[in-house]
Protein backbone atom coordinates (compact mmCIF):
# COMPACT_ATOMS: atom_id res chain seq x y z
CA UNK A 1 0.00 0.00 0.00
CA UNK A 2 1.38 3.52 -0.80
CA UNK A 3 2.54 5.43 2.13
CA UNK A 4 3.96 8.79 2.44
CA UNK A 5 8.11 8.60 3.83
CA UNK A 6 8.33 12.00 6.12
CA UNK A 7 12.13 12.25 7.12
CA UNK A 8 13.23 15.60 9.07
CA UNK A 9 11.94 15.36 12.92
CA UNK A 10 13.78 15.48 15.96
CA UNK A 11 14.99 17.82 18.83
CA UNK A 12 15.28 21.27 18.45
CA UNK A 13 15.92 24.59 20.74
CA UNK A 14 13.67 27.35 20.87
CA UNK A 15 13.96 30.16 18.17
CA UNK A 16 15.47 27.25 16.01
CA UNK A 17 14.97 25.95 12.67
CA UNK A 18 13.44 22.50 11.15
CA UNK A 19 13.24 21.20 7.54
CA UNK A 20 10.73 18.33 7.16
CA UNK A 21 10.25 16.23 4.09
CA UNK A 22 7.59 14.43 2.54
CA UNK A 23 8.12 11.75 -0.21
CA UNK A 24 6.18 8.58 -1.72
CA UNK A 25 9.60 8.06 -4.43
CA UNK A 26 7.18 8.06 -7.08
CA UNK A 27 5.62 4.42 -5.89
CA UNK A 28 1.85 4.30 -7.03
CA UNK A 29 1.75 8.01 -8.17
CA UNK A 30 3.77 10.81 -8.96
CA UNK A 31 3.44 12.90 -5.74
CA UNK A 32 3.94 15.95 -7.38
CA UNK A 33 0.79 16.01 -9.29
CA UNK A 34 -1.34 16.34 -6.52
CA UNK A 35 -1.77 18.80 -3.34
CA UNK A 36 -0.43 18.03 -0.04
CA UNK A 37 -0.68 18.76 3.57
CA UNK A 38 0.95 18.79 6.89
CA UNK A 39 -0.56 18.03 9.93
CA UNK A 40 0.23 17.91 13.47
CA UNK A 41 -1.38 16.54 16.48
CA UNK A 42 -0.51 16.73 20.24
CA UNK A 43 -1.76 13.86 22.88
CA UNK A 44 -5.70 14.79 23.33
CA UNK A 45 -5.87 17.16 20.65
CA UNK A 46 -7.41 16.58 17.29
CA UNK A 47 -5.18 16.59 13.92
CA UNK A 48 -4.52 19.86 13.09
CA UNK A 49 -4.28 21.37 9.48
CA UNK A 50 -1.04 23.75 9.19
CA UNK A 51 -0.23 24.35 5.37
CA UNK A 52 -1.23 23.48 1.56
CA UNK A 53 0.42 22.99 -1.23
CA UNK A 54 -1.24 22.63 -4.52
CA UNK A 55 0.15 20.30 -7.65
CA UNK A 56 1.41 23.31 -9.43
CA UNK A 57 2.86 24.51 -6.35
CA UNK A 58 1.32 28.30 -6.70
CA UNK A 59 -1.04 28.40 -3.99
CA UNK A 60 -0.19 28.12 -0.65
CA UNK A 61 -2.76 28.57 2.33
CA UNK A 62 -1.45 28.30 6.17
CA UNK A 63 -2.73 28.12 9.59
CA UNK A 64 -2.52 31.11 11.56
CA UNK A 65 -0.64 29.75 14.24
CA UNK A 66 2.49 28.91 11.53
CA UNK A 67 2.30 32.06 9.15
CA UNK A 68 4.74 33.89 8.68
CA UNK A 69 7.32 30.82 10.29
CA UNK A 70 6.69 28.03 8.49
CA UNK A 71 7.09 27.48 4.51
CA UNK A 72 5.80 24.59 2.76
CA UNK A 73 7.47 24.12 -0.92
CA UNK A 74 7.98 21.37 -3.66
CA UNK A 75 10.39 20.16 -5.87
CA UNK A 76 8.61 18.13 -8.48
CA UNK A 77 11.61 16.84 -9.51
CA UNK A 78 12.46 15.20 -6.59
CA UNK A 79 8.76 14.33 -6.10
CA UNK A 80 9.06 15.81 -2.83
CA UNK A 81 7.72 18.16 -0.55
CA UNK A 82 9.03 20.01 2.50
CA UNK A 83 8.12 22.30 5.23
CA UNK A 84 10.74 24.92 6.41
CA UNK A 85 9.64 25.36 9.96
CA UNK A 86 11.74 28.59 11.50
CA UNK A 87 11.42 29.97 15.01
CA UNK A 88 10.38 26.86 16.76
CA UNK A 89 8.48 27.52 19.79
CA UNK A 90 7.62 24.88 22.78
CA UNK A 91 3.81 24.70 21.58
CA UNK A 92 4.79 23.52 17.95
CA UNK A 93 6.41 20.21 19.47
CA UNK A 94 4.29 17.36 17.91
CA UNK A 95 3.73 14.60 16.10
CA UNK A 96 3.76 16.00 12.44
CA UNK A 97 2.47 14.32 9.22
CA UNK A 98 2.17 15.23 5.72
CA UNK A 99 -0.75 14.06 3.29
CA UNK A 100 -2.14 14.28 -0.22
CA UNK A 101 -5.50 13.06 -1.49
CA UNK A 102 -5.42 11.03 -4.70
CA UNK A 103 -8.56 9.98 -6.46
CA UNK A 104 -10.89 10.69 -2.95
CA UNK A 105 -8.07 8.79 -1.14
CA UNK A 106 -6.12 10.37 1.24
CA UNK A 107 -2.67 8.91 1.86
CA UNK A 108 -0.55 9.40 5.07
CA UNK A 109 2.84 9.57 6.24
CA UNK A 110 3.40 7.69 9.36
CA UNK A 111 4.34 10.91 11.48
CA UNK A 112 7.15 12.21 12.93
CA UNK A 113 7.95 13.76 16.48
CA UNK A 114 9.03 17.03 16.71
CA UNK A 115 10.40 18.33 20.15
CA UNK A 116 11.12 21.87 21.00
CA UNK A 117 13.22 22.41 24.30
CA UNK A 118 16.04 23.79 25.18
Do not use: H
Not at 3 to 25: A, F, H, M
Not at 64 to 84: I, W
Amino acid sequence: QVQLVESGGGVVQPGKSLTRSCTNDGFGFTLSFYPLSWYRQVPGKERELLATIASGGGVRNYAESVKGRFTVSRDKAKNTVYLQMNDLRPNDAAVYYCKTRRNYIDYWGRGTQVTVSS
